[in-house]
C-alpha cells in the first residue's frame, strides 16, 4: 500500500516546493491552475488512501471472520459446560472490576488451540 501512495506523496511534495519556489515569478493565472493541479493531486491521494483502506479493512474481516466465529463457539461450549449465566469481554464497556477467579481467558485459548 505505502509503495502505491509514495509516488503520488513525492509527486505532491516535488509540487508544493515548486509552488514555494516559483511563487514571485508566476503569473496570477499560472500560480492558480498549479494550486489546482495540487488540490487534484491530493484528492487522488485521499481517494487512494481510503481506497487501499477499505481493501485493507475487507482482507482482514476475511481472515479474523472465521476466528472470531470460531472462538465465539468455544466460549459458549465453556460457558455451558462450566455453568456461567454470562460471560463478558474484558474489555466489555461498563464492565469495572472482575473477580480473577473468574477468568477464562486461559481455558478459552487452550481449548482453541487444540482445535487448530
Same mark, same amino acid.
Given at each position: 500500500?505505502?509503495? =502505491? #501512495? ?9 509540487? @508544493?516546493?515548486?509552488? =514555494? /519556489? =516559483?511563487?514571485? @515569478? #508566476? /503569473? %496570477?493565472?499560472?500560480? $492558480? ?13 485521499? /481517494? !487512494?488512501? &481510503? ?6 479493512? @475487507? %482482507?482482514?474481516? +476475511?481472515?479474523?471472520?472465521?476466528? !472470531?466465529?470460531?472462538?465465539?463457539? *468455544? ?14 469481554? !474484558?474489555?466489555t464497556p461498563?464492565?469495572?472490576?472482575? +473477580?480473577?477467579? #473468574?477468568d477464562i481467558? %486461559?481455558? @478459552? *485459548? %487452550? !481449548? $482453541?488451540? &487444540? &482445535?487448530?
Amino acid at each position: 500500500a505505502q509503495g =502505491k #501512495l509514495q509516488p503520488l506523496i513525492e509527486r505532491y511534495q516535488q509540487m @508544493v516546493e515548486e509552488i =514555494k /519556489s =516559483k511563487r514571485f @515569478v #508566476l /503569473s %496570477d493565472e499560472a500560480l $492558480f491552475q498549479k494550486q489546482l493541479d495540487l488540490a487534484e493531486l491530493s484528492n487522488e491521494i485521499e /481517494s !487512494r488512501r &481510503k481506497e487501499i483502506l477499505g481493501q485493507f479493512k @475487507v %482482507d482482514q474481516e +476475511r481472515l479474523e471472520g472465521p476466528l !472470531r466465529a470460531k472462538l465465539a463457539g *468455544i466460549v459458549q461450549e465453556v460457558g455451558k459446560e462450566q455453568g456461567f449465566a454470562m460471560i463478558l469481554a !474484558r474489555g466489555t464497556p461498563g464492565l469495572m472490576y472482575t +473477580r480473577e477467579a #473468574l477468568d477464562i481467558t %486461559d481455558v @478459552v *485459548i %487452550d !481449548r $482453541f488451540n &487444540k &482445535k487448530n
